[in-house]
C-alpha cells in the first residue's frame, strides 16, 4: 500500500467551499483510501491506497457530486513530498527566513516554451525557482504580499496549482512518515 498526500486548493477560505475536516476524512475513506489523516483546515490529506489511480479526478468528482463545487486536487506520493522537502534550493543559502518559503505545486511539468518566458519576469524582492512540478517561492514580504500567487503561476505555466508554505510541507512528510 503506498502512502499519498493530497492538497485542495480553495476549500475553507474566507467562508467559501466549506468542508469541515471530519467530513473530508469521512469522504476519503468512503472512496476506500485508509489510514486517512488530515491537517489543518485547508485540504490537506494524508491517505494510503491498495491501487494506483488517478486520485485527484477520484477526489475531486466525489467532492463535486457531495458539495456542487469544484476543488482543484494536486496530489504527491510521500516520497514526492519527502523529496520536495530535501531539495528546497533557498535552503542552502544564508540568512533565508523559512517562514518565508513556501511551495507552489503544479499538477504538471510546464512546458518549454512557458518555462523560457517565465526566465524574463522578475518581481524582486521575491523569488522563485522551478523544479519539475514544483515552484519553490522566497516572499520576504510574506506570501499574502507578493505577485506570485496560484493565479500568477497557472497563467503563464498554463498548469494547475496550488501552494502550501514551508511549515505545512514539513508538518505533512512527519505525518506521512508515520502511516
Known sequence: METY????RGINVSGHKLIK???LKALY?????KEVITYIQSGNVIFKAEKKGDFAAIIGKKIQDKYKFEVPILVRKAEEMQHVSEINPFL??????EEKLHVTFLADIPSKPNL???KKIDHSPDRYIIIDKE????????????KLSNTFFENKLKVQA?????????KLVELAQYK
Open 5 to 8: 498526500i493530497s492538497i485542495l
Open 21 to 23: 475536516m471530519v467530513d
Open 29 to 33: 475513506e468512503g472512496l476506500g483510501f
Open 92 to 97: 542552502k543559502e544564508k540568512r533565508i527566513d
Open 116 to 118: 523560457d518566458a517565465m
Open 135 to 146: 515552484v519553490f517561492l522566497y516572499c520576504p514580504g510574506g506570501y499574502g504580499n507578493t
Open 162 to 170: 496550488t501552494t502550501r508554505n514551508w511549515k505545512t510541507i514539513n
